[in-house]
C-alpha cells in the first residue's frame, strides 16, 4: 500500500506562486505514474499534471505553462511547482501514484487546500 502525504498548500493573492510536495512511502523508482489533481466545490477532479518514470510529463490544458511538476528519487517525493496563480486555481489539490503501467492499484493522498484570492 503506496501512501502519499501532501503539503504546501496555503493562500496567496493572484499572481502568487506555491510549491507543493507529496512525500511518497516507498521508492519512487519503482511507481511508474506520479500526479497532481485537483477538485474544487461542485466540479469534477481533473488533472493537473503527471509525470512518468521516463521522464514523460503532461499537464491540464488550463495550466499554460504555469505550473510544472518535477520527481526527485533521491526523496521519494513529487512536486508541483505553482506560479502566476489565478482565482479559479483554488482547489484541493492530491497527489497520486499509479504504481503499474499496466492496471493495477491507484493511490491517492488525503490533499492540500490552495486558495487564490484578493
Known amino acids: 500500500q503506496v501512501q502519499l502525504v501532501e503539503s504546501g498548500g496555503g493562500s496567496v493573492q493572484p499572481g502568487g506562486s506555491l510549491r507543493l510536495s507529496c512525500s511518497v512511502s516507498?521508492?519512487?523508482?519503482?511507481?511508474?505514474?506520479l500526479g497532481w489533481y485537483r477538485q474544487s466545490p461542485g466540479k469534477e477532479r481533473e488533472v493537473v499534471a503527471e509525470?512518468?518514470?521516463?521522464?514523460?510529463?503532461d499537464y491540464g490544458a488550463f495550466v499554460k505553462g504555469r505550473f510544472t511538476i518535477s520527481r526527485d528519487d533521491t526523496k521519494d517525493s513529487v512536486y508541483l511547482s505553482m506560479n502566476n496563480l489565478d482565482v479559479a486555481d483554488t482547489a484541493v489539490y492530491y497527489c497520486?501514484?499509479?504504481?503499474?503501467?499496466?492496471?493495477?492499484?491507484?493511490?491517492w493522498g488525503l490533499g492540500t487546500q490552495v486558495t487564490v484570492s484578493s
Open positions: 516507498e521508492d519512487i523508482g519503482g511507481i511508474y505514474l
Open positions: 509525470a512518468d518514470t521516463y521522464g514523460w510529463t
Open positions: 497520486r501514484a499509479k504504481p503499474s503501467r499496466l492496471g493495477g492499484s491507484i493511490y
